[in-house]
């Protein structure tokens, strides 16, 4: 009976490591879309903000104007969701919520030409307000965040 205990113990350390080696892997490796256009571009993240202050670009036009929109559409909505799983992870939101935005996201992002507005169409500004009023990311004050603190905020109604 031992030897069956000890492979059961066994089993489970594995399948512990390999969920945790998983979710490790599937988080986003940036935090900021500018890092993200940083580290698509192979320029300097300081280079990066300062092309889009002088110049008012959004991030994604940046990373289309160097080529890699798509994969900036990709890494930013990975940005997003691990912020929403943080927040559904610290009770800020429901998973429902979450995937109802990630949801909203996806679609979008079809049309998304890098602008940070094009493509929004009816389901975001529909399902969460214009310009994605009230979805912050929940960090500042409870202005930004919306009063319950909940959702992402779409800058200026953007499809990332």
């Not at 979710?23 to 890092?35: C, D, I, K």
Request: with cysteine.
């Amino acid at each position: 009976m031992k030897r069956w205990e000890k492979i059961t113990a066994t089993g489970f350390m594995v399948m512990a490591i390999s969920a945790t080696g998983v979710t490790a892997f599937a988080a986003s490796q940036y935090n900021t879309p500018a890092e993200l256009v940083a580290g698509i571009t192979g320029r300097t993240l300081e280079s990066i903000v300062d092309e889009r202050t002088e110049t008012g670009k959004s991030y994604g036009e940046i990373a289309s104007e160097a080529g890699e929109l798509d994969e900036f559409k990709a890494g930013a909505l990975e940005i997003k969701k691990d912020q929403l799983a943080a927040q559904v992870e610290a009770g800020v939101m429901t998973q429902e919520r979450a995937d109802t935005i990630i949801a909203a996201l996806e679609e979008n992002q079809i049309n998304c030409d890098g602008t940070g507005s094009v493509g929004l169409g009816k389901s975001l500004a529909a399902k969460f307000g214009a310009n994605g009023a009230g979805m912050g990311t929940g960090r500042g004050g409870s202005a930004e965040r919306g009063s319950r603190g909940q959702g992402m905020k779409l800058h200026g109604g953007s499809c990332y």
